[in-house]
């Protein structure tokens, strides 16, 4: 069983930034790869950023490029969402999830593992 921890979620205006963090308890395991799904009211859930652990291989959702990064630090089993130019629309919940074998970008795939998730709230 793999727990993932997020933090770093809260309040931030229009235009503003926030990093998210993800600890993994199995962040080793190979070919694995991580991402960030967020959750928004009335919306459909959206994989925003994706994460190949292995050789740090990236994915990014086009509704947030240029403005959120994904990245990892070994040394932390950590994953990380770095958000810039906040718009209102990102507000939501963010679940950090992991899979030990596919982790796609598009559509509402069913990953392995789930964090509980870190709101987010931007205000104009």
């Known amino acids: 069983q793999v727990q993932l921890a997020e933090s770093g979620g809260g309040s931030a205006q229009a235009g503003g930034s926030l990093t998210l963090s993800c600890v993994s308890s199995?962040?080793?395991?190979?070919?694995?790869?991580m991402g960030w799904v967020r959750q928004a009211p009335g919306k459909e859930r959206e994989t925003v950023a994706i994460?190949?652990?292995?050789?740090?291989?990236?994915s990014v959702a086009d509704s947030v490029q240029g403005r959120l990064t994904i990245s990892q630090d070994n040394a932390k089993n950590t994953v990380y969402l770095g958000m810039n130019d906040l718009k209102v629309e990102d507000t939501g919940l963010y679940y950090c999830?992991?899979?030990?074998?596919?982790?796609?970008?598009?559509?509402?795939?069913?990953?392995?593992?789930w964090g509980q998730g870190t709101q987010v709230t931007v205000s104009s």
């Open positions: 199995k962040f080793t395991a190979r070919g694995s790869c």
């Open positions: 994460i190949y652990l292995g050789g740090g291989i990236t």
């Open positions: 999830v992991q899979d030990m074998n596919y982790c796609p970008l598009t559509g509402t795939y069913d990953f392995a593992y």
